[in-house]
C-alpha cells in the first residue's frame, strides 16, 4: 500500500504552494524596481546630454523634448580637450591597478600560505587602512608631496606633488588593503592538498605562488580590476588636491572646463560625463564574464 503525505495539522491546504509564487513575485517586483532607481539618475543624465541648451533654458530640465541632438557630445569633446585628459587618466589608472593587484596577491600569498606569527597582526592592519578617511591625512599628506623629490623622468617639477607618479602612489595606497583582504580570504578557500603536493613535488614559493596561486585566482583578479579601474579612474579628490596643473589632471578633471564662472552648461557637462564613463564600461564589457565568475565563487567556496 502506498501513503500519501498528510498536510500539517491547522495549515489549510495549498498555503505552502500560495506562499512561494507570492514570495517570487515579491522578489521580482523589488529587483525591477531597484534597477529602476539605479538606472533613473543614468537614464536622466543622458536625456539632458542629447538636449540642447536652448530648450533646456527656455523649457527647464523636466520637460518634455522639443528636439534632440547629438552635437552636445561633439562640442563637450572638443571644449574640455578630453582626448588629453584621457590619457592622462590611462596614465594614472593602468600603472595603479597593476600595481595594486600584484602586491596584493603577493602580501595575501604571504598572509594565507606561509606561516608567520605577524600574520593576523598584519591582515588586521591592512583591513584596518580600508577604515581611515582619505580628508583625515591630506594635510599633513600635502606638506610631505612638497617635500619628497624625484627623479625629472617621473615628475617635471622634479616633487611627488604636481605628478601623475603621485597620484598613482597614493592611489596603491588606499586600495591596496582592500584587495588584499579580498584576495586572502579567496586564497583560504583554495584546497590545501594542492599545497602540499606542489611542496612533495619541490615545488618553490615562487612557483607555488606564481605558477599555482594566481592562475587559480584569476576570476578575484578580474574583479579587483574592475573594481579598481572603476574607482581610480573616477578618482576626483585626490586629482583636485595633489596636482595643480589643470592639463596633467585626469579626465574627471576636465569636466571643470565645461562650466562656466556665472552660467553652466548642464547639457555639455552631462554629455562630457556619459564620454568620461565609457571607458570603466568598456572594461566591465570585457571582464564581465570573469567579474561575475569572481563573485561567486568566493561566495560558493570554503
Known sequence: MTSKALPAVGAPAGEGRNTRPRGRLLAQVFLVSASVLWLLPILFALYIAVRPYSDTRRYGYVSLPHGLTLSNFSEAWSRADM?????????????????????????????????????????????????????????????????IPL????????????????????????????????????????????YEAALVDGASLW????????????????????????????????????????????????????????VSNQNLIAAGAMIAAVPTLIVYILLQKQFISGLSLGASKG
Do not use: H
Not at 584621457?86 to 596577491?105: C, D, E, K, M, R
Open 83 to 147: 582626448g588629453r585628459f584621457f590619457w592622462n587618466s590611462i596614465l594614472i589608472t593602468a600603472p595603479a591597478v597593476v600595481i595594486v593587484l600584484l602586491l596584493a596577491s603577493g602580501a595575501a600569498f604571504v598572509l594565507t600560505r606561509v606561516n608567520v606569527k605577524v600574520n593576523v597582526a598584519l591582515l588586521i592592519l591592512f583591513t584596518a587602512g580600508n577604515l581611515l578617511p582619505q580628508q583625515v591625512i591630506i594635510t599633513p599628506l600635502f606638506r610631505m608631496y612638497l617635500k
Open 151 to 194: 627623479p625629472s623622468f617621473l615628475a617635471e617639477s622634479g616633487l611627488m606633488y604636481n605628478s601623475a607618479f603621485g597620484l598613482v602612489v597614493i592611489n596603491v595606497a588606499f586600495q591596496l588593503g582592500f584587495c588584499v583582504f579580498v584576495l586572502s580570504n579567496y586564497m583560504k578557500s583554495l584546497p590545501a592538498e594542492m
Open 207 to 262: 612557483t607555488r605562488f606564481w605558477r599555482l596561486t594566481v592562475p587559480l585566482c584569476r576570476p578575484a583578479l578580474a574583479a579587483l580590476a574592475t573594481l579598481l579601474t572603476t574607482w581610480i579612474y573616477n578618482d576626483f579628490f585626490w586629482a583636485i588636491t595633489l596636482m595643480s596643473s589643470g592639463d596633467k589632471r585626469p579626465v574627471t578633471s576636465a569636466l571643470a572646463n565645461l562650466q562656466g564662472q556665472f
